[in-house]
């Protein structure tokens, strides 16, 4: 809308300024210290502080903890380590490729601190069948691991297994990780994990042979096990990374994922819909068990190994993953979160009413866009979001849609600008993509796109600063932004 000033108190249809990056989340191994890691064993943290050993539940690889080892150096059988994930834990210490620790009850995920258990310093993290909701700090911190190169493998159960009677089951916690984080809640997955409890079946996996969850180095998957399990409803339009591999009987699609994969920033994600298939019948006394993992109508062995290998980037090599850094290899995917900007604020970091749904401007597609200037006096703006870049990936692509009116008249002055800028951790200017000004009003959007390649390895800051003159409004309007890389 050609010279259009806008009002400043217009953030009543702005959606309320939330989720900033935490400070420091963004951790980047060095190249040394990627190198140096290549040759050691894929590291694995199993969850243990959210109740999974709440009444008959025993998901746990040892009662030794943090360190299996402690029970057992060279386990070569299920009983060596006691717990009812203990042939899981086995199965992978005896590869030798494989460093495995538990976080105890009482201890909090963490990621960039300096314990030794700290996320930072595993390449993949286990939740099986939490029973108790994650704080704000542990799922900013699960989150930013993910986006960062880490694996996540999460295990759910049927809605209502509340095994400690707080309220809360592993389906609500996991969703509410999913929705309710300050990282990226606009579904970072792109699936939700279903309130059912389905009694019994045994989901058939696709038929895929280059999927290496399903063909991996520890056995081909056929079929999995539901003993009171859940299942998933798959996003594609959200992240278009996300793939079932195994449906209860009669569904496919979008509909009915008993098992699925997903990626999201430069990390890997994986996700089952029960318990039972992990549980190996042996564990602590008390407990009621049943051993799913050598059900013989199913391959639930083969599909919890692939799925740990793969997480830790270690499918097809037999090296050492990069952890929450980066991974071995690189998956196709759009790094920016909320980049069409219709959850407000959240994932952006923004000076105040930028990210807005007013009609005085209009958004390319959906109800939300950003906003900067427009304010017809001296005002600066600025819109930025921090992203890591996986260093495997060739391919990587900023592109925005930019809309840009004005009031000024001159043809030869640029009075406003909009400068498109990379910066470090450190805040220091490494490119400026480009310059926009005045002089580029033009009507509609029009796409901007910027190669990103040589920054593969990276953890930058995007970043838009709008600089708006004394007088005569100029508008820079954005939309549906994304850093594709693969």
């Known amino acids: 809308m050609l010279g259009l000033t806008r009002p400043r108190h217009r953030l009543a249809t702005v959606l309320t300024v939330c989720g900033l990056l935490a400070t420091g989340a963004a951790v980047q191994a060095t190249t040394a210290a990627t190198e140096a890691h290549a040759a050691t064993p894929h590291r694995v943290l ?5 109740a999974e050993t709440a009444g008959n539940a025993d998901w746990i690889i040892s009662t030794s903890q943090p360190d299996p080892l402690g029970q057992d150096s060279t386990p070569s059988a299920e009983t060596d380590w006691t717990g009812a994930l203990s042939s899981w834990g086995v199965a992978l210490q005896k590869t030798g490729n494989y460093s495995l620790k538990t976080l105890p009850s009482g201890s909090s995920l963490s990621y960039g601190g300096s314990s030794a258990l700290d996320l930072k310093n595993f390449d993949t993290l286990v939740l099986p069948e939490p029973n108790t909701l994650f704080t704000t700090a542990e799922k ?46 606009t579904d970072p997955f792109g699936f939700s994990i279903d309130s059912l409890n ?19 180095s520890f056995g081909t998957v056929t079929k999995s096990l539901i003993a009171n ?22 569904y496919s699609g979008n509909t009915g994922a008993f098992f699925l994969t997903s990626a999201f920033g430069s990390g890997r994600v994986a996700f089952w819909g029960d ?61 920016l979160g909320n980049n069409g900007f219709e959850s407000g604020s959240t994932t952006w970091t923004t000076s105040s009413g930028v990210i807005t749904n007013s009609s005085s401007e209009s958004p390319r597609t959906g109800s939300y866009y950003a906003w900067l200037d427009g304010y017809g006096s001296a005002h600066t703006d600025t819109l930025s979001q921090t992203v890591t870049i996986p260093s495997a990936c060739t391919s990587a692509t900023l592109s925005f849609y930019l809309h840009i009116d004005t009031a000024e008249t001159t043809t030869s002055t640029a009075y406003d600008t909009l400068k498109v800028q990379l910066l470090n951790s450190s805040g ?12 580029n009003a033009a009507g509609g959007y029009t796409q901007r796109s910027f190669n990103l390649a040589s920054y593969a390895g990276q953890t930058v800051t995007l970043k838009f600063t709008g600089t708006e003159g004394s007088s005569l409004q100029t508008s820079f309007v954005l939309d549906d932004t994304a850093l594709n890389v693969s």
Not at 46 to 50: E, W
């Open 229 to 250: 399990g859940t299942t998933a409803t798959l996003k594609p339009s959200d992240n278009s990374s996300v793939k079932g591999l195994v449906y209860r009987s009669g």
């Open 198 to 216: 389905i009694t019994s079946g045994y989901p058939a996996a696709i038929s895929d042979s280059t999927d290496p969850v399903l063909h991996g």
């Open 46 to 50: 199993f969850d243990n502080a959210h």
């Open 140 to 185: 900013t911190a699960i989150m930013n691991f993910v986006k960062n190169g880490g694996g996540l493998f999460m295990i759910s159960d049927h809605t209502g297994a509340d095994r400690n009677n707080d309220g809360y089951d592993a389906v609500e916690i996991l969703n509410d990780l999913m929705t309710n984080n300050s990282v990226d809640s």
């Open 275 to 335: 318990s039972s298939p992990i549980d190996d019948g042996t564990g602590q006394s008390g407990n009621t068990l049943y051993d799913g993992w050598n059900d013989s109508g199913a391959t639930n062995a083969a599909l919890a190994l692939n799925a740990t290998e793969w997480l830790s980037g270690a499918s097809g090599s037999s090296g050492g993953g990069t952890g929450g850094g980066g991974s071995t290899s690189c998956t196709a995917a759009q790094l």
């Open 428 to 439: 220091t200017v490494l490119s400026t993509l480009a310059t926009y000004s005045n002089l």
